[in-house]
């Protein structure tokens, strides 16, 4: 309106109305790009934890693992080395996890931001020691789309790799599924066991942790949760994983739990914890010994210590199993999924959540 009205003004005017009117279509620019941003930024949806439990099924996590882990091994996927930036004089860390995925149902560009604080289960009112949160870009414009609640994510797809895993490395081969033994009861080792016990049938479910009590109180919970006896406490780590089938290691535990000596001939163990030193969870044996598969050999190099001493037990990456690039472990050798955790998996996820979410119209 004011600009329309200097139209009218003499020449004398008008020149010294030039600084003026300059100065007042900067302010409009200034004006009308912040509203376009700020419409953008309003279109950025949050999607909270309540929604996340609400809307994704095990299946469906299940499903985006698989594909996540296919994409990858076919080169389908850009995934960094993470960050990890340390707090000084503490264990707590934070973790920055960019990926992109390409794939028409499950494909995104994202990256998850998410914090290890070992002693958060141990505040006055417990806390998980894991938290996150995955952006998700959009791939045309780069601005974000969502923020999608990550911490259920992060449960689920955990204990997701390691069914896929199992399911190509261990169920395929024809091998029984009699016991499970399940190291830590914490998050993981709680998902793990009702996981497990969804997607497979096993006739005993073990479950030891380093707190006794923890365990014990789990497995009573379980048991009454599905009216079954299937789930038992073990006192001890070695009883706990002598003659299981299938073993999953859950802990922060910097020490050995599970012994070479102690794992039956072709039984699959899934190592889920200690992320940051692998050779904690399983003695140094049990890796030279076994075939070992990863979910990502390139993400797994720099966080992996004494990976490049097991070249001769590396068979390759499980998306390569599930490809048919290379072949499952069809031996008596024990096999070892040691998953790090992807964050294409992350992604993957993500975009799921992002679209039940829509179709839900939540
Ligand atoms: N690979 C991946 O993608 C992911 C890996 N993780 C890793 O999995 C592990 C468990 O995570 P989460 O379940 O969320 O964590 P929780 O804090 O819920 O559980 C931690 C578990 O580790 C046990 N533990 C801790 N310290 C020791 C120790 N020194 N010796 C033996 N046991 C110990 C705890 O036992 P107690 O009850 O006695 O304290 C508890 O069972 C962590 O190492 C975490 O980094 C987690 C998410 C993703
Ligand atoms: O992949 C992941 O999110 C994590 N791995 C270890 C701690 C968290």
């Not at 299938?246 to 899934?270: C, D, F, Q, R």
């Not at 050779?279 to 990863?294: I, P, V």
């Not at 390139?298 to 048919?324: C, F, H, Q, W, Y």
């Amino acid at each position: 309106m004011f600009i329309y009205q200097q139209l009218y003004k003499t020449e004398y005017q008008k020149q010294n109305l030039i600084i003026p009117q300059i100065l007042v279509l900067n302010v409009l620019t200034v004006y009308f790009t912040f509203n376009l941003v700020s419409t953008w930024q309003d279109k950025m949806l949050y999607i909270n934890e309540s929604n996340v439990k609400d809307i994704l099924t095990w299946e469906k996590t299940f499903e985006a693992v698989e594909v996540a882990m296919k994409r990858l091994s076919s080169g389908q996927t850009v995934q960094m080395p993470r960050t990890h930036t340390i707090i000084p004089g503490s264990d707590n860390v934070l973790l920055t996890m960019p990926g992109y995925l390409k794939d028409e149902k499950f494909g995104a560009l994202g990256c998850k931001l998410v914090t290890y604080f070992p002693g958060n289960p141990k505040r006055t009112e417990a806390l998980p020691s894991i938290n996150a949160n995955i952006m998700i870009l959009d791939e045309a414009t780069g601005i974000m789309k969502a923020v999608v609640a990550g911490t259920e994510i992060t449960t689920q797809r955990t204990s997701a790799a390691s069914a896929v895993a199992t399911k190509y490395l261990y169920v395929n081969q024809g091998k029984a599924c009699n016991i499970l033994a399940i190291l830590g009861t914490g998050i993981q080792g709680r998902i793990h066991a009702e996981m497990f016990r969804h997607f497979f049938h096993f006739q005993e479910i073990r479950l030891w942790n380093r707190t006794k009590e923890k365990a014990k109180s789990l497995a009573e919970e379980l048991n009454r949760k599905f009216d079954t006896n299937v789930f038992k406490y073990y006192e001890n780590n070695e009883s706990c994983v002598r003659g299981a089938d299938v073993i999953v290691t859950t802990t922060a535990s910097p020490v050995h739990i599970v012994h070479y000596a102690w794992v039956k001939p072709g039984a699959h163990i899934n190592a889920v914890g200690a992320s940051r030193n692998h050779f904690s969870e399983l003695d140094e044996q049990l890796y030279r010994n076994s075939d070992l598969y990863l979910d990502s050999v390139e993400t797994m190099k720099p966080e992996m210590a004494g990976l490049d001493m097991l070249t001769d037990s590396l068979r390759g990456e499980v998306g390569a199993v599930i490809n048919k690039m290379i072949p499952s472990s069809p031996n008596e050798r024990p096999t070892i999924f040691n998953g790090g955790g992807m964050a294409v998996e992350d992604c993957a996820v993500g975009r799921a959540v992002y679209d039940l979410y829509h179709e839900r119209k939540i």
